[in-house]
């Protein structure tokens, strides 16, 4: 990282990529793709071309940058989960109140600042006005990373931020977000004017504009306007919880998938960075048992990350059990035909599997061959042109095991 902010160099773009001006009226290069990380509305911009998530996947280096070596695709946990030297199961002894499940993230954003390892925390806060609008921040204190917990299930600009770091004071930075943020954030690291990066991942899949959230919302929950929080969980089911603290499930193959199909952002269609494969420390609960959290140690300084808060953790290996491929394999061709199972077939299916079905980390490799396949197909049917550079090599080895439909 340089001591200095970059002079960026002339961005030499080709015309269908100048095309078109978004939200906050700057170019994105990616066009219909572009999940909105917020780099392009920084001076980083300079770099997009190399940077951007949709323009040009580069894992293989990023991983060697970050971790030392891109991941052995011949390690089935390595392929699917990336680059680690440690993946366990975790709650925090004392929840924290509000937090999207036990809040270990929210907690070691603070103690990263209370010990001084950084001087900020990058992550999402929310809108005064709309819960569910992220608005990105650079915490400088413990109440500011608090109040900044939970998920806002929307894609965020958080590299917006960085063009608030010159002139900050901020050297030393812990920087949270899910793997399309992150892609970028690595590719331009080593020219920010910054003396430290520590990065802590979400993983993610499934993200949506604000407008898709609300057509996601009326379409799955009994009452939209009230929902506080949800989580698509290892239960099968979509947890919905009220303003009231009430809570609605409702099983995932009850979803109405005609109208549905199309409410994810393209982004998120043609991602395959469900791990975050390039930060340091990964915290997600796909890979671990209903209720506890799935923590990814890639590298050192993930470990360095993870002391901050170990001693407070309830801690257990992950486990792993069923076989999920011929579920994945149904799931793709009713998701080819746009199937709406009714509500009585889609609980009954859904406690058969709940209790017979994929869980731990089986659950976590079910969630990511189903939608590595679904993008991949989406890819080639939309992306005709770009789709085989896209599909990284671990995602391509994956796609292999299963039969698409036709494109
Ligand atoms: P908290 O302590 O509540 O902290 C949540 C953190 O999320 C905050 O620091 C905030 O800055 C950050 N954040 C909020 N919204 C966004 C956003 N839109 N973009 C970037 N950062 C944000 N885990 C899985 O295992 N499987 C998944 O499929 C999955 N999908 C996700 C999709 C999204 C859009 C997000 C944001 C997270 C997803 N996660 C997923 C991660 C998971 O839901 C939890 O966020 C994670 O386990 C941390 O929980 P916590 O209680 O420690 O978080
Ligand atoms: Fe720019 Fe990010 Fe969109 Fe790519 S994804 S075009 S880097 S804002
Ligand atoms: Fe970014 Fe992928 Fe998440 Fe979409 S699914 S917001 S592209 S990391």
Request: charged share 25%; net charge positive.
């Amino acid at each position: 990282m340089t001591a200095t902010p970059p002079t960026p160099p002339a961005v030499a773009l080709a015309p269908h990529e100048r095309a078109r001006p978004m939200a906050r009226d700057t170019v994105r290069p990616a066009r219909d793709l572009c999940s909105d990380c917020g780099l392009c509305d920084s001076r980083w911009v300079a770099y997009v071309r190399r940077a951007c998530a949709f323009l040009e996947q580069r894992f293989e280096a990023m991983e060697a940058a970050a971790h030392g070596r891109s991941r052995n695709l011949d390690d089935e946990n390595e392929l699917y989960f990336g680059v680690h030297q440690r993946m366990f199961t975790a709650r925090l002894n004392r929840p924290i109140a509000g937090a999207q499940w036990t809040g270990i993230v929210s907690r070691i954003g603070v103690r990263a600042l209370e010990t001084g390892l950084v001087d900020a925390v990058l992550c999402v806060g929310q809108s005064p006005g709309d819960r569910f609008t992220p608005v990105p921040v650079l915490a400088r204190t413990p109440e500011q990373v608090l109040a900044a917990r939970v998920n806002k299930p929307t894609l965020s600009p958080n590299l917006a931020v960085l063009e608030q770091l010159p002139g900050s004071g901020i050297r030393r930075l812990l920087a949270i977000g899910v793997g399309c943020q992150i892609q970028a954030l690595r590719a331009v690291q080593d020219t920010l004017p910054l003396d430290e990066l520590y990065v802590l991942g979400l993983p993610c899949v499934d993200n949506v504009s604000r407008q898709g959230l609300q057509t996601f919302l009326e379409s799955a929950s009994r009452s939209p306007a009230t929902v506080v929080h949800y989580e698509f969980m290892q239960d099968f089911r979509i947890h919905f919880r009220h303003e009231d603290g009430s809570e609605e499930t409702v099983p995932f193959f009850g979803l109405d998938t005609p109208k549905l199909k199309d409410v994810f952002a393209p982004s998120c269609l043609s991602c395959f960075d469900y791990t975050n494969a390039g930060a340091d420390l990964v915290v997600g609960y796909m890979g671990a048992t209903f209720g506890r959290q799935w923590i990814t140690v890639r590298n050192p300084r993930g470990q360095r990350l993870l002391d901050l808060v170990e001693e407070e953790l309830d801690q257990a290996p992950v486990t792993s059990r069923g076989d999920r491929r011929q579920a994945v394999q149904q799931g793709i061709d009713a998701y080819d035909k746009a199937l709406k199972l009714p509500r009585w077939l889609a609980e009954a299916v859904g406690w058969v599997v709940q209790r017979f079905g994929p869980a731990g980390l089986e659950y976590g490799r079910f969630s990511i061959d189903s939608h590595f396949t679904r993008n991949a197909l989406w890819l080639r049917r939309h992306h005709p042109g770009i789709a085989e550079r896209h599909i990284p090599s671990f995602a391509r080895r994956i796609v292999s095991r299963y039969r698409l439909p036709s494109t």
